[in-house]
Every structure is written in structure tokens, then in C-alpha cells.
């Protein structure tokens, strides 16, 4: 599903400059590029904030304004180093391409949390991820899940229209890349039971479960 920021919509109407700021990275993060950024802070050590910088000045984005008064909005992110290396970006894009000065609440611990600092206007704005939205936040049912679930944009579009409607606060245009979830299995387990897909694990599930069944 996609990520994209997610802002209260009372910031947005008074800062309506924020989203035409932040459109600026629209499509500008592929799984390729978001996957290789976690790498360097988590592997290489390097500080989100100097990873989230460098990425945006190789893409040609001013990156140096870094304002020190009152904070006109806040950046929230959740604690892992995708959010982070996320908040930092949309804190450079709203420092150089508004007059707005922003401060930064990281590691908040969840999507409740996050999302709940958001209402309450301790945040103004932090990433999300649409199927997080979904099952998370709009808590959608089992009908209208698998009618939409299927198709990335019908997520988003019915995301940000209940979103809008039940807490009026919006979604942005997306990063670009897909966050989605999987699942991990030891090699020699695939080999030894022949599952190459989840397909073949429910499979592999049903028959066990019949089997004991017996």
C-alpha cells in the first residue's frame, strides 16, 4: 500500500502552502531507493537525518534552510527508521520550500499514538500508510476490504475520503513506494514442504488441518 504524509485539515487550511510543498516528492521514493535509505541507517550506522538530507539534495532540493524560531508546525513520526528517515524529509521540504518553521516529534510509539497526537493537534502532520489506514485507523469491514484490498488507489482514494470525513484531516499524494507486508520462512521449511507462495502454505495449512481433523 502507499505511504504518504498524513495532516490535520485545520493545519492544512491554514498552511495550504504545505501541500504544495510537500507534492514535491510525489512519486520520488521507489522501493528500491526507500529499502537502500533504511539500509544506511540501520546497517551503516548513518543518522536519519543526514540520509533523509543527502537523499534530497542527489534529487536536486534545497536542503540547507533550517529555521530556529517558534515552531509554526509540528512533523511527528512512529519509532522505526522508515518514519524517521520520512519525517526528516518532509521537515527539509516545509523548512525550504515555505516561510513556515517546523519542529519534530519522533518515536512515537504506534500507529494509535501517532494518530491520536494528530487529532489533538500535538502534531500536525506525520507519514502513514494507506492499508495501515484501512485496517488501522478507519477500521474497515470485512466486506468493504475485500472489494478494495485488491487495488492500491481504490485503498487509498476510500482511505482519504473516510479519513477526511470522520476526522477531517488528509492524505497526501503519495511518496511512491509500496509498503506492504509479508510473511518469512526458514529455507530448508519451503524445501521440505514444497511452498514457494502463501498460496501454497494455506495449502499446506488446510491439509494439515484436515488431517487432524481425522
Known amino acids: 500500500m ?3 504524509p498524513l495532516v490535520r485539515g485545520e493545519t492544512l487550511r491554514k498552511y495550504p502552502e504545505i501541500g504544495t510543498a510537500l507534492d514535491k516528492l510525489t512519486g520520488k521514493i521507489s522501493d528500491e531507493i526507500m529499502a537502500e535509505l533504511n539500509y544506511l541507517v540501520d546497517e551503516k550506522k548513518q543518522p536519519p537525518s543526514q540520509v533523509a538530507r543527502e537523499f534530497l539534495q ?4 534545497k536542503t540547507s534552510t533550517q529555521r530556529s524560531g517558534a515552531a509554526d508546525i509540528i ?12 519525517a526528516e524529509m518532509l521537515v527539509v521540504i516545509i523548512e525550504n520550500y515555505t516561510n513556515l518553521d517546523v519542529d519534530l516529534k519522533t518515536g512515537l510509539a504506534g500507529t494509535q499514538i501517532a494518530f491520536n497526537a494528530l487529532l489533538k493537534g500535538d502534531i500536525d502532520l506525520y507519514p502513514e500508510y494507506t492499508g495501515t489506514g484501512l485496517l488501522t485507523i478507519i477500521q474497515a469491514d470485512e466486506e468493504i476490504r475485500d472489494e478494495i484490498i485488491q487495488s492500491k488507489d481504490k485503498v487509498f482514494n476510500y482511505v482519504k475520503e473516510e479519513s477526511k ?5 488528509d492524505w ?3 511518496f511512491g513506494f ?3 507486508y509479508g510473511l518469512m520462512m526458514r529455507r530448508e521449511d519451503t524445501t521440505k514442504f514444497n511452498i ?3 498460496s501454497n502454505l494455506k495449502e499446506y495449512l488446510d491439509n494439515l488441518s484436515n488431517l487432524n481433523d481425522i
Open 2 to 4: 502507499y505511504a504518504a
Open 58 to 61: 542527489k534529487l536536486g532540493f
Open 75 to 86: 512533523v511527528g513520526s512512529k519509532n522505526f527508521t522508515e518514519q524517521y528517515l520520512l
Open 165 to 169: 470525513k470522520r476526522y477531517d484531516v
Open 172 to 174: 497526501l499524494t503519495s
Open 178 to 180: 509500496n509498503n506492504t
Open 196 to 198: 514457494s507462495s502463501i
